[in-house]
């Protein structure tokens, strides 16, 4: 039978859970997701639970001291606002109430992300390529340490062993094991392949890209990346900004880098190629190249070579093509026009999306991983 704690416990949780996904969207929104703590937990602040107060019925009655009280009047003596009668408080020098931070796991935050938005699980396309080994403990052995003994077996053979030789005593039921009743728990050594998935981030940093468009963009991976992870044991990262030109950064460059300057996407999809070409087999990888940007490119010419590259590299060795386009008031979005135009809102190996602002989000995430590709 559970603990009443662990009962609570698990009721607040399931109220916690219920909380964050009715608002999950403002989540997004705002950007109040805290960096992760420790491994793989994550703290989210819920302002919204409030301590339950007792207040006056109907039938108010005075009496233990608490005077006359009106229908709705809180217990403590407070009003309504939270002050006394008369003037307001004074500042003090305590504390302000601080918000309520609860922890969740990957899993269980990759859970409600795919409840709200019903994604599908991922049917990866590369082959099972990462060994590893796993121990199961399976059988039962009579040598091994301490730590693995198997309490409930050396007690039968014990016991058999005392039935067997006459020494025990219905009325005095004592059962002492002696060094061949031992038995310990025998782990067998499991080779297990896990599939792979790398994340490829292209993203234009040129002048036309603002503050604003790269939080979009930090705020929408953050939340991709947390359910690829929850799909795949083993996932890699690879980031590369681009405007004229294209480098790969790491994750802390790519989302706070400024640059200014033209664009010239070619530069970008170049360099994921290298990166396919140089690190990931595609019939061992699961391929994701995602490439944020407003629409703007140097030419049509260039746009030429993006959807040469895309069809002769890109989306061959690739699980799905992802382009989101953050709209910007310097941007002309005239390469979703040229995307959309090759292959459609509806291809199966390359996704659309368009990204307003910060409550477009999550309709851009669903557009994204809403095929469990």
């Not at 990462?130 to 693995?148: A, F, K, N, W």
């Not at 005095?172 to 060094?179: A, D, Q």
Request: aromatic share 10%; hydrophobic share 30%.
């Amino acid at each position: 039978m559970d603990h009443p704690i662990k009962r609570d416990h698990s009721r607040f949780r399931k109220i916690v859970k219920g909380k964050i996904r009715d608002n999950l969207r403002k989540y997004v929104s705002e950007g109040e997701m805290q960096a992760p703590k420790g491994k793989d937990v994550f703290r989210i602040p819920m302002p919204q639970i409030e301590t339950p107060k007792f207040k006056f019925g109907d039938k108010s009655q005075g009496g233990m001291g608490q005077g006359d009280g009106q229908a709705g009047d809180p217990v403590d003596g407070q009003g309504q606002d939270g002050e006394g009668p008369g003037e307001g408080k004074e500042a003090g020098s305590d504390e302000g109430s601080k918000e309520l931070e609860v922890e969740l796991t990957l899993d269980e935050l990759a859970q409600i992300l795919g409840e709200e938005l019903e994604l599908p699980n991922i049917e990866p396309k590369g082959k099972k390529s990462i060994q590893s080994q796993t121990e199961r403990y399976t059988s039962i052995g009579t040598v091994g340490p301490d730590s693995l003994k198997h309490f409930k077996r050396t007690y039968r053979e014990a016991l058999k062993r005392q039935v067997a030789i006459g020494s025990y005593d219905p009325d005095n039921p004592i059962i002492i094991p002696i060094r061949s009743d031992y038995r310990f728990r025998s782990a067998d050594v499991k080779t297990e392949y896990e599939n792979s998935a790398v994340v490829i981030y292209m993203m234009d940093v040129s002048g036309s890209m603002g503050d604003e468009q790269k939080e979009i963009v930090r705020t929408e991976s953050f939340w991709i990346n947390l359910w690829l992870r929850s799909q795949y044991k083993s996932i890699e990262m690879r980031y590369i900004i681009h405007d004229a030109t294209a480098k790969e950064v790491d994750e802390e460059v790519f989302f706070k880098t400024r640059e200014s300057g033209g664009t010239l996407i070619s530069s970008a999809y170049h360099l994921c190629k290298e990166i396919i070409e140089a690190d990931y087999n595609p019939a061992e990888w699961n391929i994701y190249p995602f490439h944020f940007s407003d629409g703007d490119n140097w030419s049509s010419d260039d746009t030429k070579v993006c959807l040469e590259l895309l069809d002769n590299v890109i989306l061959p060795s690739s699980n799905v093509f992802c382009y989101g386009q953050v709209e910007s008031r310097y941007g002309s979005g005239q390469f979703f026009k040229d995307l959309h135009g090759k292959y459609g809102k509806e291809a199966d190996s390359v996704i659309l999306s368009k990204i307003k602002n910060r409550d477009g989000i999550l309709d851009s995430i669903k557009d994204f991983l809403g095929k469990g590709k």
